[in-house]
C-alpha cells in the first residue's frame, strides 16, 4: 500500500508536463524537431486540431484575456482561433517556438502529434533551415534598426538642449572705456551745413566771390 502510494505522487509530480514520457511515441522525424514552423504549416495545421484552442493556448502559457480576446474575434470560426493561437506562440520568443515544442504540447492536450506529422509529410527539413535563416535575418536587421533608432532618440534632447539667456542691450555688451566714449551726433551732414552757413555773417571786409562783380563796379 505504501508503495503504491509512492508511486502515485511520483506520477503526478511533474512541474512541466501532464502527460510524461508520451513525446517518446511521436513519428516525426528528428530532422525536423528544432526547427520553426512556418506560416504555411501552421496555416494548414490550424484545421486539423479542432475545438480545443483554449487549452493549447494555456499549454503554450498565453493568458487568459489573450485567448478570450481571440475568442471574441473568432466566435464560430474554430480554424481562425487556432490559427492565432498558433502564431500568438510561435512570435512569444522566451522559449525558442520548435516543432519539438509544439509536439508536446499537442501531446499534452490529448490530441496527439499525428495530425501535425500529416502536415510535414510534404516538407523538405532543408526547407525549413532556409526559412529559419532568412528569418534570423530579418530579425537582426530588425534589431539593429530598433538600436538605431534607439540611439538617435537618445541624442535628439541633446541637440534641442539650448540654453536661454535674458535680453541684453547693445550697450550692456559694451566695455566701460567704450560708454565713456563721446558717440558722434546722428544730426544728417546737410542740416549741419546749413546750421553753420546762417550763423555766419558775412563781413564788409570780405572780398566778393570770384566770378562775381561787385555793386559798386
Known amino acids: ?17 501532464k502527460f510524461p514520457n508520451k513525446n517518446q511515441h511521436s513519428d516525426i522525424p528528428a530532422d525536423y524537431l528544432d526547427f520553426i514552423p512556418t506560416d504555411e504549416i501552421l496555416d494548414k495545421l490550424a484545421p486539423q486540431i479542432g475545438q480545443v484552442f483554449f487549452q493549447l493556448g494555456a499549454e503554450f502559457g498565453l493568458s487568459v484575456s ?28 522566451s522559449v525558442k517556438p520548435t516543432i519539438r515544442v509544439l509536439i508536446q504540447a499537442l501531446v ?47 541624442a535628439i534632447p541633446k541637440l534641442l538642449t539650448v540654453k536661454h539667456f535674458s535680453a541684453t542691450t547693445k550697450s550692456d555688451k559694451q566695455t566701460p572705456r567704450q560708454r565713456n566714449l563721446k558717440r558722434p551726433s546722428r544730426i544728417p551732414v546737410a542740416v549741419k551745413q546749413v546750421a553753420l552757413t546762417a ?10 566771390p570770384k566770378g562775381k562783380r561787385s555793386d559798386k563796379s
Open 108 to 154: 499534452n492536450i490529448g490530441k496527439g502529434a499525428r495530425c501535425l506529422k500529416e502536415v510535414l509529410e510534404n516538407v523538405d527539413p532543408s526547407t525549413l533551415k532556409a526559412s529559419e535563416v532568412m528569418e534570423n535575418i530579418d530579425l537582426s536587421t530588425l534589431k539593429a534598426s530598433e538600436e538605431m533608432v534607439h540611439k538617435s532618440t537618445g
Open 199 to 208: 550763423q555766419r555773417k558775412p563781413r564788409p571786409t570780405d572780398p566778393p
Open 66 to 93: 489573450i485567448l478570450e480576446n481571440i475568442k471574441n474575434k473568432n466566435p464560430r470560426d474554430l480554424a481562425a482561433q487556432n490559427r492565432e493561437v498558433l502564431f500568438a506562440w510561435r512570435e512569444d520568443r
Open 1 to 17: 500500500m505504501i508503495h503504491k502510494e509512492k508511486k502515485k505522487r511520483k506520477l503526478n509530480h511533474h512541474p512541466q508536463t
